[in-house]
């Protein structure tokens, strides 16, 4: 069975860190683009963060670069969400996305979501004091 789970989230105050984790079963994220994206209360879902199959491009929003990390560990089939100096604009639902591998997709990424194929259900993500 194909799938992704978040995990990491939670209450961070402004200012602060947290790390987002994502593990795959049923398949591996090796070569293949992931992705980050997120929905806040009566928002549309936004691509926070990608990169490309063959790790060749990340590309980040302009909201968050500088300030986001997005990483990949193929000995763990996992990927990551490094978020420093949280924003209270920060707060959403975070999910986490692949798509299947392609020579197309290992050189580039896309913040839009119908790029992917497999998406994870999602971790709360509040930035408040």
């Known amino acids: 069975q194909v799938e992704l789970v978040e995990s990491g989230g939670g209450l961070v105050q402004p200012g602060g860190s947290l790390r987002l984790s994502c593990a795959a079963s049923?398949?591996?994220?090796?070569?293949?683009?992931i992705a980050w994206f997120r929905q806040a209360p009566g928002k549309e879902r936004e691509g926070v963060a990608c990169?490309?199959?063959?790790?060749?491009?990340?590309k980040y929003a302009d909201s968050v670069k500088s300030r986001f990390t997005i990483s990949r560990d193929s000995d763990k089939n996992a990927m990551y969400l490094q978020m420093n100096s949280s924003e209270p604009e920060d707060t959403a639902i975070y999910y986490c996305a692949a798509r299947s591998p392609s020579t197309f997709s290992q050189r580039i990424c896309s913040p839009e979501a119908t790029f992917y194929d497999h998406w994870g259900q999602g971790t709360q993500v509040t930035v408040s004091s």
């Open positions: 049923g398949f591996s994220l090796e070569g293949r683009a």
């Open positions: 990169i490309s199959g063959a790790d060749y491009m990340t």
